[in-house]
């Protein structure tokens, strides 16, 4: 009979002979309150729906306000009429009009999204047996998400850019040439300093300008920031650090402690169950590779064995072996649309239309709304996988409160919600997975023992078992 003191070796979910499937999963009472509680929540999805749709009614709002504000008279700053800072000429035809950095910076992002998600979403961690129709949501989940990114980088950017546009009212370079000034009335317009018709650098106000356009006058007070350089960097930038995430093109880095590469998969809890249940690998190259069942030793499950052969090699691998650098290409294409954005924002320079200041401002104003709207709805590139954080929760839908740490938990009980790939799972018949072949009457395998060495063993295995046999066996002696 063992000590009681002794400790068992061995985890106590593995067995002697072979692994209960029915010991492996919740037991059916769980089961029941898991589809009650599925069943909740999808009657609360038109919750969710109408959250994002008013996110997106946000979007909408805030950009008819940036559009206001792009055709709001600025404020104008007096100028010199001897500032050679803004004596350049006015180039007629630009190098990228309006029309065309809207459909670089803008259209062209929404497309290639799209092509992204539908095509390389959701990647090569599918496990077999996943339906088609839980894929094609992920694919547009991805898409929806990758979207709403983008119109929050763009459309932010917009506001802020415009708004600063009209608060500064700061002439461009080439204000001259579209001011036509009535040189011969200078002295009326003159403020500030020493007035007098000498014009000695004097300060003038805009009331000089002769231009019956006004359009184009307006146009010329609206130098800083830049609205090209701004929108090429929210659109481009963005779509840079999407391709980063989708291609996993990042910085090699060591993964933490405790990094768990499944949770990292299309679907974490089909190649989970599928493994569990089938005894095998997961059923997806990107989390284990594919090999068949491990050897059973005496005494000790499948999974023991392959649980300590991972822990061993996880001991003794190199550092420099558990990260590499992505290809150069996969590099390259990434940086393309950065490339443009920049080409973008230099053509404002030689075209005459901003300051140099007024175009690094605008890239930097568009940088990060790109990088904020980015995190915003996806996860970090280097760690995340290239996923985009899932949708919220329906009892946290708008509005979380004090003392909540995130919008995808339980209001009540703070737990995290099972995702798609969990509800996807609940196939009649087969609650505990589609293709694990388990259901709620499969009986367990479990063999009892059968000699003493094994009730030994048993015993060995779990403490609590091993006691009560032995207060038992004292009882009977003292009897």
């Not at 000695?200 to 000089?208: A, E, R």
Request: proline share 8%; net charge positive.
């Amino acid at each position: 009979m063992p000590d009681d003191s002794i400790q068992p070796l061995i985890p106590p979910f593995a067995s002697t002979t072979s692994i209960s499937p029915a010991s492996s999963f919740p037991p059916q009472t769980a089961m029941e309150e898991h589809r009650l509680g599925a069943g909740r929540r999808k009657g609360k999805v038109w919750v969710v729906m109408l959250s994002y749709a008013f996110d997106w009614a946000i979007l909408a709002l805030g950009g008819i306000l940036g559009y206001i504000m792009g055709h709001v008279s600025p404020n104008k700053r007096p100028f010199s009429l001897f500032d050679p800072d803004i004596s350049f000429p006015f180039t007629v035809n630009e190098t990228v009009p309006v029309w065309m950095a809207t459909v670089i910076a803008v259209i062209a992002p929404i497309v290639i999204i799209a092509v992204i998600c539908l095509i390389f979403v959701p990647g090569a961690t599918v496990p077999r047996g996943t339906p088609q129709s839980l894929i094609w949501k992920r694919k547009l989940w991805e898409l929806h998400m990758g979207w709403l990114g983008l119109g929050l980088s763009v459309i932010s950017t917009w506001i802020i850019t415009n708004g600063m546009k009209n608060l500064y009212g700061k002439p461009r370079p080439d204000l001259l040439s579209r001011c036509d000034p009535d040189i011969e009335n200078v002295a009326k317009y003159i403020i500030g300093g020493f007035g007098n018709a000498s014009m000695n650098g004097q300060l003038v106000t805009h009331l000089i300008c002769r231009n019956p356009d006004n359009d184009i006058l307006d146009d010329g007070f609206r130098s800083y920031p830049s609205g090209h350089s701004s929108s090429a960097a929210a659109g481009l930038i963005y779509l840079s650090l999407f391709m980063a995430s989708k291609f996993a093109i990042t910085m090699p880095f060591y993964a933490p402690a405790g990094h768990d590469s499944a949770a990292f998969s299309a679907f974490p809890s089909r190649t989970r169950l599928t493994a569990l249940a089938n005894k095998i690998e997961p059923e997806s190259y990107e989390m284990q590779p594919r090999r068949g069942p491990a050897a059973v030793s005496p005494g000790t499950s499948s999974i023991i064995n392959k649980h300590v052969v991972q822990q061993h090699n996880t001991a003794i691998a190199a550092v420099r072996r558990q990260a590499a650098a992505p290809p150069l290409y996969l590099l390259l294409i990434a940086c393309l649309p950065f490339f443009a954005a920049v080409f973008i924002a230099s053509s404002r320079w030689f075209d005459f239309r901003h300051h140099g200041f007024d175009i690094l401002f605008g890239f930097l104003i568009g940088t990060i709304s790109s990088f904020f709207a980015f995190r915003y709805y996806h996860l970090p590139i280097s760690t995340g996988a290239g996923w985009a954080w899932g949708p919220r929760s329906p009892d946290k839908a708008f509005w979380a409160g004090v003392g909540s740490f995130s919008y995808a938990t339980d209001r009540v009980h703070s737990t995290y919600r099972s995702g798609d790939e969990e509800e996807a799972l609940e196939t009649v018949g087969e609650p505990y997975g589609r293709g694990t072949g388990l259901s709620d009457a499969t009986p367990s395998v479990r063999k009892a023992p059968t000699d003493e060495r094994s009730q030994m063993d048993t015993a060995y295995m779990s403490p609590a078992r091993g006691r009560e046999e032995s207060r038992d066996s004292r009882s009977r002696v003292r009897d």
